[in-house]
Nanobody, 116 residues
Framework: QERLVQSGGGLVQAGGSLRLSCAPS????????MGWYRQAPGKQRELVAT???????NYKESIQGRFTISIDNAKNTVYLQMNSLKPEDTAVYYC??????????WGQGTQVTVSS
């Protein structure tokens, strides 16, 4: 059930940067956390990073130090700043939000392609 709208992404050379953003298309109440997953061709969807409303973060080990997740609580918007991108970061990136009552909503996905 997609209730999040993503923007950003695209094609970039290795070492470059991209910024993804994600916001609700309509009101979502009681958001507890937001985050990002990614899915590369032929692979399972994997967690990239999550952030709670109080700013606690969790990152996939391979992207630590290169990616930064942030949240604007007033806008219920989550961002993913991706620096020093590598070809292995190529994937479709999906944002999600989790509510306090256990509901998860997803974004439509956005392609990130890193050329070598």
């Amino acid at each position: 059930q997609e209730r999040l709208v993503q923007s950003g992404g695209g094609l970039v050379q290795a070492g470059g940067s991209l910024r993804l953003s994600c916001a609700p298309s309509r009101s979502i109440f009681s958001i507890n956390a937001m985050g990002w997953y990614r899915q590369a061709p032929g692979k399972q969807r994997e967690l990239v990073a999550t952030i709670t409303r109080d700013g606690s973060t969790n990152y996939k080990e391979s992207i630590q130090g290169r990616f930064t997740i942030s949240i604007d609580n007033a806008k219920n918007t989550v961002y993913l700043q991706m620096n020093s991108l590598k070809p292995e970061d190529t994937a479709v990136y999906y944002c999600h939000t989790d509510t306090t009552w256990g509901q998860r909503y997803w974004g439509q996905g956005t392609q990130v392609t890193v050329s070598s």
